[in-house]
């Protein structure tokens, strides 16, 4: 395949669920984002979305206010030509523009994915560590707490809660290594956490590829929406 014209440019929430719903391993339409859309050759091919996260205070740790910070939620794109690298780092630019007190951009690479973080290292994020996080299982499936979270709201973490609306055998279990990555936005703020910065992790035996289009629907899905519907 050729190299695509790329755009970068807002997205409607239909078209992000649409996404998300299609094209992500989660298969969860996050609540309350930014959503920014990718188009190549005039084609819908994903989005890009920033949130709050599930954390209340995920500032907290670099002495950032909530409107200071954001977390990268999201990388829902079909099978495309232009890196992922490059769709992201464009929607970056975009999200700091557009936010002009925003400092810092959190984001997490699921290892239970095969995910290691391979476009966060080619747009130069900082490495901060890594960290088992719970999960839970619910109809037969290992949920990690945000995607609940973003399904059901605070009942979707609790266990009493899910058994009671969701799954009478729901369950607490150990998830997955969750590598942390940080993109600082400013100069004060990329020396200020550069002391956190660890050398970055390789990518596992088993891992999928970094543009996460294992398992999605081809490029020829017809229920796609068109660059007209998505922006």
Not at 15 to 21: D, G, H
Not at 148 to 172: F, I
Request: hydrophobic fraction near 35%.
């Amino acid at each position: 395949m050729g190299k695509a014209d790329l755009r970068i440019d807002w997205a409607t929430h239909a078209a992000a669920k649409y996404a998300v719903e299609t094209w992500h391993y989660s298969r969860s339409m996050p609540s309350a984002s930014v959503k920014i859309g990718a188009w190549e050759s005039g084609r819908f091919i994903g989005v890009v979305i920033f949130g709050r996260g599930a954390a209340s205070e995920i500032g907290s740790p670099y002495g950032l206010p909530q409107d200071e910070i954001c977390e990268l939620v999201r990388v829902a794109l079909r099978p495309h030509v232009t890196p992922t690298s490059r769709i992201l780092a464009q929607s970056l630019r975009l999200l700091k523009s557009s936010n002009p007190g925003l400092r810092m951009v959190v984001s997490f690479a699921d290892t239970e994915q095969g995910h290691h973080g391979g476009i966060y290292q080619a747009t130069g994020w900082f490495f901060e560590g890594s960290k088992e996080y719970h999960a839970y299982r619910v109809n037969g499936n290992v949920v990690h707490p945000k995607t609940l979270h973003s399904k059901y709201g605070k009942g979707g973490q609790s266990v009493p809660w899910l058994r009671k609306h969701v799954d009478q055998k729901a369950e607490r279990v150990h998830g997955a290594m969750k590598h942390k990555y940080l993109m600082p936005l400013d100069d004060a703020m990329r020396a200020q956490i550069a002391h956190l910065a660890k050398p970055y992790p390789k990518r596992a035996k088993q891992a999928t590829t970094g543009d996460q289009s294992a398992g999605r629907q081809g490029s020829t899905d017809p229920h796609a929406p068109n660059s007209g519907e998505a922006s």
